[in-house]
């Protein structure tokens, strides 16, 4: 895992939505969007439950 997309994933993780979390880091959105993909692309497994804009971590994203 990457050091960028693991400080996406603890970002929205701890704010709830990918929007707060690009403020937090500094990043654009559509970033934060992208390296949250990759992750759950990389390890196969939804990490986030989406409803609308919040985002809470899935059974399987606080493993």
Not at 32 to 50: G, P, W
């Amino acid at each position: 895992m990457s050091t960028a997309r693991y400080r996406a994933f603890v970002a929205v993780a701890q704010q709830g939505s990918l929007s707060a979390a690009a403020r937090v880091l500094g990043l654009s959105q559509p970033t934060v969007s992208s390296q949250i993909a990759a992750l759950e692309r990389q390890s196969q497994v939804e990490l986030f439950h989406r409803q609308g804009y919040r985002m809470s971590l899935t059974g399987q994203g606080t493993s």
